[in-house]
């Protein structure tokens, strides 16, 4: 192991951010569905996110962000990494893409079902291929957003610092 690897490993540990520290990944998602709402002409405080959507009896998904009025009509799922997935990465988003589809199935064409990325990079990845194709299908639209240099900042050091524990690890 690189002594400057080791070192930064020890440093992190006794300030309490553990190297795949979620937190800065939460605000962008966070921050990522108030700008997706802004730019949709929608009031961010009728933004839910956490509660599950019940789809059927004992079956149930938690979208990212969904508006309400009582009936939903709008749900976001957010990817908020700025590159393209790898294909670990590639597979829980489609996965997360899956659960727009069968919201928009469900609630039919009065739900507006949106993918909010955060990079070009991603946008292009989610309009090509047989990803690109589905979400055309069935109607769901890609919305990119851009995240404050702040934003990006800490999640690129919350990257450096994944990068750094999984080097160790190997």
């Known amino acids: 192991m690189d002594a400057s690897v080791a070192d930064d ?12 520290d979620s937190s800065a990944q939460q605000q962008a998602e966070s921050d990522a569905l108030r700008q997706a709402c802004a730019a949709l002409g929608l009031d961010p405080e009728s933004l839910q996110t956490g509660p599950d959507v019940t789809i059927a009896p004992g079956v149930s998904v938690r979208p990212d962000g969904w508006i309400c009025d009582p009936h939903p009509r709008v749900v976001l799922e957010v990817y908020s990494k700025m590159e393209r997935p790898k294909p670990g990465q590639a597979h829980k988003v489609r996965t997360d893409l899956l659960k727009l589809v069968l919201l928009r199935n469900i609630f039919g064409t009065n739900l507006a079902g949106y993918f909010v990325v955060t990079s070009k990079a991603v946008e292009q990845w989610a309009k090509s291929g047989w990803t690109g194709e589905v ?3 069935f109607g769901i639209d890609v919305l990119r957003v851009e995240l404050s240099e702040h934003t990006k900042q800490r999640l690129g050091d919350a990257v450096k610092r994944q990068q750094r524990g999984n080097a160790m690890v190997e």
């Open 9 to 20: 490993y020890r440093r992190c540990r006794p300030m309490g951010i553990p190297l795949a």
């Open 135 to 137: 979400l055309r299908r």
